[in-house]
């Protein structure tokens, strides 16, 4: 079924000359918070245009190339990294419907008692659970948030189930945003069947269907500004070689809304000269480290039929971590094992009998991005405590992949041999493992531009607006105060529809828009 | 970013099939997979930020060039080095205490082994054949959920009825 092309979309092809290009408001972005807010001002009566760094590629595209994929969707070939002590891989998606695309399609409220804490330690207006119900609910709403269809649940979650109840240990069914999910588990590479409700599929035709022009291939310069007003920004078609193309000016009446993610964002706000009061800007990164075992089954699993992340074990959700299995293609499992030659190749000519599970830590520390050169680069130590946690959840995850029947666990590792029984996984607890050896990596970056009440800890106020600067929102996860312990995309949704209904009771139009 | 026309330097060709032949498995040049791989390593290196680029083929340079102060290797480059000293003189790479040598090896491996396993013939040997499987159940889907589908493409374009239509004010 191939999707006919948005009238109001242009990409580069169509931007071949220099051009200027007028709105109501800028939205810079296209992912979560982006896509969200635009939709949200186009129906509010905005004159809405967004500028998206990547391509468009819509799902007849989405191929199991995945190689291809994580050239066409992702940032920088998905190999981006915080420098630090291990280094942190980090993925981000770089194309129309930004990490959307590419995500799991987890979508999970924010937790009370991180509302609570955002509410009481940073002041934040109108965030606590009852507050955000409605919000919550549109979002879930127009992406479709709900528990899979019977019948679509692969074996490798199945397993992860059946180990975590032999355990006695509680798992929840994920609530994912798809409309009649039926497993093809491609979610990180684009999703082939259009069941999973990224912003491309959701969110974007909405704000377009409301008017919203949306620019493709758009690279943001920097933000254009009079004073302290923000009008618009500054930038430079993508071509496909890479290099830039055309110039695009964009005039803003009303403001600019940035979303380019906790790692882009501080960046553009830097290279703009925006400053903050409090010094935040690119500060307190949080990212959710993550790490994942390999565990080998005797049994035919097909890890790549069936819902990806059906399930999550929540049983140490207080202890700030959560297990789940992620089917991985084989070039992407093998580019993050600590093996090579024969030695992976031992493990990967198994690929049908594997189950990959994946831990998430809520971590305690923060990083920060500093920008040089114009480019945004992540720094982020890991805390002693972090890593500690991170190795018990690695070896509680085991325990529960034996007691699913596994023969084998794969750890990620440096030197550490493979874990052959339950009582190897215990043992694991008492043994010292080097931060370097450890094989990290995440999706859910946060926290570099947070909202709060107190302008000189603070880079946005509690509805997204940037302190001391006249027309700057910010929308995406750089708003956490604090790493959320579950996966964002919710949460940053329903704080973009939140602070674009702020937007539209307090933005004013100028005059100049009513005689245009 | 993209560079289309990003070439591996012909001097580090030589030393990226090295490495290829000593990541991949044994079966890397009976399947005639050499080259395919290094060109999609190739690829990869096009996707990364230019100063990432600039790293990758500094330390290519001195993996290739390293090995002449390696005593084992007796004055030869890593491309010109038998199999299993290449791969010795890798492996001091692999484990190095030099943060940046160890994160080379490492970061050569992962997008190398990504180019090896997504090779067809590769994911043949696997038993991965994911398309047949997504066309299956594209098809289930289109016929089984047709009516209620379109019911929730019209629903997402539609104004919300629910929601007033909040105004921004005009100066």
């Known amino acids: ?516 | 970013m993209i560079l289309a026309d990003f070439e591996i330097p012909r001097a580090l060709r030589a030393c990226v099939e090295q490495a290829t032949r000593v990541i991949c498995p044994d079966d890397l040049e009976p399947l005639g997979l050499l080259a395919p791989v290094v060109d999609h390593f190739e690829m990869s290196l096009r996707t990364l930020p230019v100063h990432v680029r600039l790293g990758f083929l500094a330390g290519l340079g001195t993996l290739e060039m390293g090995s002449l102060l390696y005593p084992p290797a007796r004055g030869r480059r890593f491309s010109a080095l038998p199999l299993p000293l290449a791969r010795r003189w890798y492996q001091t790479w692999w484990k190095s205490p030099l943060s940046i040598f160890y994160q080379l090896a490492h970061a050569m491996k992962a997008l190398i082994s990504l180019a090896y396993y997504e090779q067809p013939a590769v994911r043949d040997r696997l038993g991965y054949h994911p398309d047949e499987w997504v066309e299956k159940v594209r098809q289930h889907r289109y016929q089984a959920f047709a009516e209620d589908i379109r019911r929730h493409e019209a629903e997402l374009i539609a104004p919300d009825p629910l929601v007033k239509l909040r105004r921004p004010r005009h100066a």
Not at chain 1, 38 to 66: C, K, M, N, R, Y
Not at chain 1, 482 to 499: C, D, F, H, K, Q
């Open chain 1, 1 to 516: 079924m191939r999707e006919p092309r948005p009238a109001n979309l242009s990409c580069r092809e169509d931007l071949t000359s220099d051009q200027t290009i007028d709105c109501d408001v800028l939205v810079i972005g296209s992912g979560a918070g982006g896509a969200a807010a635009a939709a949200e001002l186009a129906e509010g009566g905005l004159d809405v245009a967004i500028l998206e760094e990547g391509g468009w590629h819509p799902t007849e595209q989405f191929t199991s190339d995945t190689a291809e994929m994580v050239r066409k969707l992702y940032r920088d070939g998905g190999a981006s990294m915080a420098f630090g002590n291990p280094m942190v891989t980090y993925a981000e998606g770089r194309c129309v419907g930004g990490s959307t695309v590419i995500n799991g399609g987890m979508s999970w409220r924010t937790p009370e008692k991180i509302l609570d804490r955002w509410s009481r330690e940073d002041q934040v207006d109108k965030i606590l659970p009852a507050q955000l119900e409605r919000y919550f609910a549109r979002v879930e709403k127009f992406i479709s948030a709900r528990g899979q269809d019977q019948g679509t649940v692969g074996r490798d979650n199945q397993l992860l189930k059946q180990g975590a109840d032999a355990m006695g240990w509680r798992t929840v069914e994920n609530v994912r945003n798809q409309h009649h999910c039926v497993g093809a588990n491609r979610c990180a590479f684009g999703c082939p069947t259009k069941a999973k409700r990224s912003t491309l599929v959701s969110y974007l035709p909405r704000a377009m269907a409301f008017g919203a022009r949306l620019y493709a291939d758009c690279a943001v310069q920097k933000l254009t500004t009079a004073g302290k007003r923000i009008t618009g920004a500054e930038a430079r078609v993508v071509l496909a070689n890479g290099s830039h193309g055309a110039r695009i000016q964009v005039r803003a009446r009303v403001g600019v809304v940035v979303a380019c993610g906790a790692i882009h964002t501080p960046a553009l706000l830097s290279r703009s000269g925006i400053r903050s009061p409090s010094k935040a800007i690119g500060q307190r990164l949080t990212l959710h480290p993550n790490a994942k075992v390999i565990a080998v089954f005797d049994e035919e699993v097909t890890g790549w039929q069936g819902t990806h992340q059906a399930y999550q074990v929540r049983e140490f959700q207080e202890q700030g971590f959560l297990m789940a299995a992620v089917n991985a293609p084989p070039g992407l499992l093998a580019m993050g094992t600590k093996r090579y030659g024969n030695a992976l190749d031992e493990i990967m000519s198994d690929y049908g009998r594997l189950v990959t599970g994946g831990i998430l830590v809520e971590d305690t520390v923060f990083g920060q991005v500093r920008t040089l050169f114009g480019r945004p680069q992540a720094f982020y130590q890991m805390s002693d405590y972090d890593a500690e946690r991170l190795v018990r959840g690695i070896a509680l995850l085991a325990e529960l992949l034996f007691a699913a029947g596994a023969r084998r666990v794969v750890l990620p590792f440096d030197d550490v041999p493979d874990l052959l029984g339950p009582d190897d996984a215990r043992r694991l607890f008492a043994r010292k493992i080097p931060k370097r050896a450890l094989e990290v990596m995440t999706v859910h970056m946060m926290g570099t531009a947070r909202m709060g009440g107190d302008r000189a800890r603070h880079v946005c106020d509690s509805y997204g607006k940037v302190y001391d600067a006249e027309g700057l929102w910010v929308a995406d996860a750089s708003l956490f105060p604090s790493p959320i312990g579950v996966n964002p995309m919710e949460t940053i949704m329903a704080l973009a529809t939140r602070n674009a209904e702020r937007l539209l009771e307090t933005a004013t139009v100028p005059r100049s828009r009513r005689a245009a």
